[in-house]
């Protein structure tokens, strides 16, 4: 089993709307969770970033962690076709080690 | 631009044979990661150094090794190399190498062995 579960898509949506994405994942002791924007195959970019449980906002974007159902979810509001790029979420159990998802493809179509 | 620069951009080689890939942090960074993306994979965990040292080892093959200098640069070696090798290498900054300290992402070096 992988430490991280992510669906790799793709997801199309029109513009404006509501993308939901989502990762679960095994080890309990990940306490330290990102999200990552990575366009065309570039370095990946840091979107997000929460401790622990709880929810974070930042303008269009929201993070959500349930450790008590190993599960994250990172939701973007009024979607944008500068939006389309593919989506990682990342965890850590020590702050050093980090496991990746596998992506997410988004394209938000005009 | 992230302020991290790799070389080089792209890599073509053939089994066998040993390249080295090198990184530059953001200046002022003192923590190095490198990373292995291939399409079936994607982003894996290879290795971590802090200020000169070892701090943290994930799915690195034992063909593989790294270092990074007192300048803070880093390389990454692999050696006798296999086609499942090919994928894009990435290298991250980040200040002082805690998680939610921001990882900045260099381009990547991408890797072809024919």
């Known amino acids: 089993q992988k430490e991280v579960e992510q669906d790799p898509g793709p997801l199309s949506v029109p513009e404006g709307a509501i993308v939901s994405l989502n990762c679960t994942y095994s080890?309990?002791?990940?306490?330290?969770f990102m999200w990552y924007r990575q366009y065309s195959r570039k370095g990946p970019e840091l979107l997000m970033y929460?401790?622990?449980?709880g929810n974070k906002e930042d303008g269009r974007f929201t993070a959500q962690v349930d450790k008590s159902s190993k599960y994250i979810s990172l939701f973007i509001r009024d979607s944008q076709p500068s939006d389309s790029a593919t989506y990682l979420c990342?965890?850590?159990?020590?702050?050093?080690?980090?496991?990746f998802g596998t992506g997410t493809s988004l394209t938000v179509i005009p | 631009d992230s302020g991290v620069t790799q070389t080089p951009k792209h890599l073509i080689t053939a089994t066998g044979q040993r390249v080295t890939l090198r990184c530059s942090p953001r200046s002022g960074d003192l923590s190095v990661y490198w990373y292995q993306q291939s399409l079936d994979q994607g982003l894996q965990f290879l290795i971590q150094?802090?200020?000169?040292?070892?701090?943290a080892k994930g799915n690195i093959l034992e063909r593989f090794s790294a270092q990074q200098f007192p300048d803070l640069h880093s390389e990454l070696n692999l050696s006798s190399l296999e086609l499942g090798d090919s994928a894009l290498y990435f290298c991250?900054?980040?200040?002082?190498?805690?998680?939610?300290?921001?990882?900045?992402f260099g381009p990547g070096t991408r890797l072809l062995v024919l």
């Open positions: 150094y802090y200020n000169g040292e070892e701090r």
């Open positions: 929460t401790y622990s449980s």
């Open positions: 080890n309990s002791a990940f306490q330290y």
């Open positions: 991250a900054s980040s200040q002082l190498g805690l998680a939610g300290g921001t990882q900045y």
């Open positions: 990342a965890m850590s159990a020590t702050g050093n080690q980090f496991y």
